[in-house]
């Protein structure tokens, strides 16, 4: 089927200014660009798509995320509108009503922040036990690197004031009775995960549909599934072989958690599609989130004491970790959010690079996630190690006055370093870390230019960038992290067509309107998946 788009503006993203007249497509490919009445003669039996003054330009590709975990958490109680305790018990009341839950399921809810509560209070299980003290239940803190259970959950996953703190996580307690308070943070938050995977009831097929809708209405058509389990590689995958996987997904499993064999299991879709699907390499995890307070600093968190984060792992696991990743030429995606962790990380990637075989350590675009507090001088390492900042730029917007209290002044604006990253000539992305954040790829990109948190503040005005360059980041910038720049990214003939329209030029509106611009449809492999009703 060929298809000609007219009649409107088409931002091909080559470079800035760059635009063409017509564009046409034909079995998913772009065959053509030029003017209209030239491809109306060289296609005559084209349908003709009349743009109507709307804007054309690529896909967006996401350059982190979990959406496996988005399909998990469809079906559960989003809790991100709540401004206290009170009615987050009554939503998770109506919740397991509305759902028929009995005490043999788990309610579960996400996406709370205690930034937004009163007094910055964190749930514990009294709050919970509010909820039902007959059935688990499990709230998971907006960051996702948090987590909160009541007396059942606790009990089914095994928690007692006996309990040791796992490496790299910590297990809340009341401070008179030493018993478990509900409060479960970084790996002591598998404590959990065990009972919600145990318990939870949900339809694959619907939760996947909804979170493919949610990624294609932002105009997402290429989706990353960070930290993948083999349940989740299964579960992709069977969707993917009966045709319901629609939004192509590169997926990471961990290093030192079987991400070599799970590799080995599925040779055919490693850094290749399948039906929409790839493993794309490795992933590490590193240290929290510096919202939390977990997140590994080199320097202490404003009004904390000595205390600055701390690692998920030790030394020798992320030195063995790269050496993996590196022996098997595999790309290495790995959380960092403090400064702390992106030493650990660039020690040791580069320890390992240098004592790399020649011949598959070249190329292979390593990438550090989140980048909230790297430095200058790891940047400026990173552009040795040809390794590319995934930068969760969202952060100035949603925590920007949360890391104003918890880092100070200087440290909070250059969070999400965007132009730092720019200057050196990094081939930075961006990303929303979803389910922590929607998948809204425009409100990254007004982050990204305008640096404007909750509250109003501007915060690291010299960190901002321009519409285009930001625009780059979530377009051909990350079609490169994922050895695609010859695929997707730009409007050009040979290119897959990935392609989104939008109400408004995002190059010609005024920077502040950038999160307004409305994506009218989304177009994956030629077909529309989305049209805005």
């Known amino acids: 089927m060929k298809k000609i788009y007219y009649n409107g503006t088409i931002l091909t993203m080559e470079a800035y200014g760059v635009y063409v007249q017509a564009l046409a497509t034909e079995d998913g490919t772009i065959v053509k660009t030029g003017s209209p009445e030239e491809l109306q003669t060289l296609y005559p039996d084209a349908e003709l798509v009349d743009l109507q003054g709307n804007t054309l330009m690529p896909g967006f590709i996401c350059g982190h995320g979990h959406?496996?975990?988005?399909?998990?958490?469809?079906?559960?109680?989003d809790l991100g509108h709540c401004t206290g305790f009170t009615q987050i018990v009554d939503e998770m009341k109506s919740y397991i009503q509305e759902n028929g839950y009995t005490k043999d399921d788990i309610a579960v809810g996400y996406n709370?922040?205690?930034?937004?509560?009163?007094?910055?209070?964190?749930?514990?299980?009294?709050?919970?036990?509010?909820?039902?003290?007959?059935?688990?239940?499990?709230?998971?803190?907006?960051?996702?690197?948090?987590?909160?259970?009541?007396?059942?959950?606790?009990?089914?996953?095994?928690?007692?004031?006996?309990?040791?703190?796992?490496?790299?996580?910590?297990?809340g307690h009341d401070a008179q009775t030493g018993e478990p308070n509900g409060y479960l943070e970084e790996t002591a938050l598998m404590a959990a995960h065990a009972?919600?995977?145990?318990?939870?009831?949900?339809?694959?097929?619907?939760?996947?549909q909804k979170a493919q809708e949610l990624y294609f209405s932002y105009g997402v058509t290429t989706a990353q599934d960070g930290a993948v389990s083999e349940s989740d590689i299964t579960l992709l995958r069977n969707a993917a072989a009966d045709g319901k996987l629609k939004i192509d997904v590169v997926a990471y499993p961990m290093v030192g958690n079987g991400a070599k064999e799970l590799c080995a299991?599925?040779?055919?879709?490693?850094?290749?599609?399948?039906?929409?699907?790839?493993?794309?390499?490795?992933?590490?995890?590193?240290?929290?989130?510096p919202q939390g307070k977990s997140a590994w600093l080199t320097m202490p968190y404003e009004n904390s004491g000595e205390y600055a984060g701390y690692p998920r792992i030790t030394d020798e696991d992320a030195e063995a970790y790269c050496k993996e990743a590196?022996?098997?030429?595999?790309?290495?995606?790995?959380?960092?959010?403090?400064?702390?962790?992106?030493?650990?990380l660039l020690k040791y990637y580069e320890k390992a690079y240098l004592q790399a075989p020649e011949g598959k350590k070249d190329n292979l675009r390593p990438v550090m996630i989140?980048?909230?507090?790297?430095?200058?001088?790891?940047l400026d390492k990173m552009v040795e190690l040809q390794m590319i900042p995934s930068i969760f730029v969202g952060h100035v917007f949603y925590w920007g006055d949360t890391h104003l209290r918890n880092l100070g002044q200087a440290r909070a604006e250059r969070i999400s370093p965007v132009r730092s990253a720019l200057k050196r000539g990094l081939i930075y992305n961006l990303h929303q870390d979803t389910p922590v954040t929607p998948p809204d790829m425009l409100h990254s990109v007004w982050c990204a230019v305008n640096r404007v948190t909750r509250d109003g503040v501007v915060l690291g005005k010299q960190q901002a960038v321009s519409t285009f360059e930001a625009l780059k980041g979530v377009t051909i910038h990350t079609a490169y992290q994922y050895?695609?720049?010859?695929?997707?990214?730009?409007?050009?003939?040979?290119?897959?067509?990935?392609?989104?329209?939008?109400?408004?030029?995002?190059?010609?509106?005024?920077?502040?309107?950038?999160?307004?611009?409305?994506?009218?449809?989304?177009?994956?492999?030629?077909?529309?998946?989305?049209?805005?009703?």
């Open 67 to 77: 959406i496996s975990m988005a399909v998990q958490m469809a079906q559960k109680k």
């Open 112 to 171: 709370f922040d205690h930034n937004a509560m009163p007094g910055y209070a964190h749930l514990d299980k009294t709050v919970l036990n509010q909820v039902s003290e007959s059935m688990p239940v499990v709230v998971y803190n907006s960051s996702f690197h948090i987590a909160y259970a009541n007396d059942m959950a606790l009990a089914l996953g095994g928690v007692t004031a006996e309990t040791p703190d796992p490496m790299g996580g910590k297990f």
């Open 195 to 208: 009972v919600t995977e145990q318990r939870t009831k949900y339809d694959p097929d619907l939760s996947l």
């Open 265 to 289: 299991q599925n040779p055919d879709c490693v850094e290749k599609y399948v039906n929409h699907y790839k493993i794309g390499g490795y992933k590490m995890f590193l240290d929290g989130s």
């Open 326 to 344: 590196l022996a098997a030429g595999k790309q290495l995606l790995t959380h960092c959010n403090g400064d702390a962790a992106g030493d650990q």
């Open 370 to 378: 989140h980048c909230q507090t790297v430095r200058e001088d790891q």
């Open 483 to 533: 050895f695609e720049e010859a695929q997707k990214g730009t409007l050009q003939e040979g290119k897959t067509a990935d392609m989104i329209i939008l109400d408004q030029n995002p190059l010609a509106v005024e920077p502040m309107t950038l999160k307004d611009i409305k994506v009218l449809e989304t177009i994956k492999d030629g077909v529309t998946v989305y049209t805005l009703s």
